[in-house]
Nanobody, 124 residues
Framework: VQLQASGGGLVQAGGSLRLSCVAS????????LAWFRQAPGKEREFVAA????????AYADSVKGRFTISRDNAKNTVYLQMNSLNPGDTSVYYC??????????????????WGQGTLVTVSS
């Protein structure tokens, strides 16, 4: 599986962005797709995840109510809609995939595939 993330950019505080991650090579219903982010000097942290076949969604507390993860099966694409952005959301955002949904979806070590990252900068 190859993942290609896009959609990052510069936005003012309070604004919105939508990130996209196109998956090639075959995605099956039990796959977990997730977004992580990494700010300069910090560890990579979990943002949101979903089970490709549906029925499972999860968010970090810091983004709950502001970010929405979704998928388009026909396009093999997972999205991250980010609203009410603040400077604390400034990071490189990565999409990730693993073969099976796991209860340990917040851990970076659980994922088998990673995209290249897309930079989101939120100005105050």
């Amino acid at each position: 599986v190859q993942l290609q993330a896009s959609g990052g950019g510069l936005v003012q505080a309070g604004g919105s962005l939508r990130l996209s991650c196109v998956a090639s090579g075959g995605i099956f219903s039990d796959y977990a797709l997730a977004w992580f982010r990494q700010a300069p000097g910090k560890e990579r942290e979990f943002v949101a995840a979903l089970r490709w076949g549906g029925g499972r969604f999860a968010y970090a507390d810091s983004v709950k109510g502001r970010f929405t993860i979704s998928r388009d099966n026909a396009k093999n694409t997972v999205y991250l809609q980010m609203n009410s952005l603040n400077p604390g959301d400034t990071s490189v955002y990565y999409c990730a995939a693993r073969f099976l949904w796991t209860t340990n979806f917040r851990s970076t070590t659980e994922y088998d595939f990673w995209g290249q990252g897309t930079l989101v900068t939120v100005s105050s």
